[in-house]
């Protein structure tokens, strides 16, 4: 017979193992042994626990994941078996370790709401949550607001239907009242509906979005979700715009 002993490698791993903290944080190099020391928590205390163990772990992609499946598979040989139907180990001892991917902000609202007694990220840094995603996009529409009135000033002196024509979306983006003269555009698009709102207002809905949803990282709730999801459809154009109007202000001279 064929016996391996699996065991935690001293320093990093085993504290892993033996911390008794609710929220563990374990990080190095790739190939430490980091995805190896949960498949290994999970084993122990599937068999501490039984049944009654009922873990999560998640991935950023179904690639990374089966990674994680391949190098746990290997180690439970015999404790535990991978059902493709139903995404987790079966132990002999009925625990359960569900394996699952957090690819699109979405797929979280899978998890919302189970009961587990382990949950593990492995590689963390790569599942940027929605809330740090709409704060950088807050961040980057603001800086163009900003950038946006800026050019405002400088393009100010300047004459000519392509000057008036940046002028124009200028003021739309991000008002200064400099252009009393230029037909303003926002709103255009609506035909006489709301006008479409500036980089300033852009950027603080995504951070207002952000904000509602620091709490609720692995499950927004969907009206989160959806307030998130506006506030980008918001935004997008309006970055695009901005991009436009500053590439057209570059060439003019
Ligand atoms: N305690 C251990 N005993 C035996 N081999 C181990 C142990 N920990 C890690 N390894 C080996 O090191 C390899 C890399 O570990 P892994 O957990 O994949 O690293 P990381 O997730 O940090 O990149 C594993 O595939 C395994 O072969
Ligand atoms: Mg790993």
Not at 30 to 36: D, E, V
Not at 159 to 186: C, F, W
Request: aromatic share 8%.
């Amino acid at each position: 017979m064929n016996i391996q002993i699996v065991k935690p490698q001293p320093g990093p791993q085993a504290a892993f193992i033996q911390c008794t903290a609710d929220v563990v944080c374990y990080g190095g190099a790739r190939g430490g042994g980091k995805s190896w020391a949960i498949a290994l928590d999970f084993w122990l205390h599937a068999e501490r626990h039984g049944e009654d163990a009922r873990g999560l772990i998640l991935r950023k992609t179904r690639e990374d994941l089966k990674d994680f499946i391949d190098t746990a598979g290997h180690m439970y040989a015999g404790s535990a078996r991978y059902l493709e139907k139903g995404n987790f180990f079966r132990f002999t001892s009925g625990a359960k370790l569900y394996c699952g991917y957090l690819e699109r902000e979405a797929d979280a609202a899978n998890y919302q709401g189970w009961s587990l007694t382990r949950l593990y990220f492995d590689e963390l840094t790569q599942l940027t949550t929605l809330s740090s995603t709409l704060y950088w996009e807050a961040v980057a529409a603001h800086r163009a607001f900003n950038e946006a009135k800026e050019l405002a000033k400088t393009i100010d002196g300047k004459a000519g239907a392509g000057a008036d024509a940046i002028k124009g979306e200028l003021e739309a983006l991000a008002p200064t009242g400099l252009q009393r003269n230029v037909r303003v555009l926002r709103g255009r698009r609506g035909g006489g509906g709301p006008a479409t709102p500036t980089l300033e207002a852009a950027s603080n809905a995504l951070q207002a979005a952000a904000m509602a949803m620091q709490g609720a990282e692995v499950a927004p709730t969907a009206t989160q979700v959806a307030a998130a999801n506006a506030a980008r459809a918001q935004a997008q154009p309006l970055m695009a715009r901005w991009v436009a109007v500053k590439a057209k202000a570059a060439v003019l001279k």
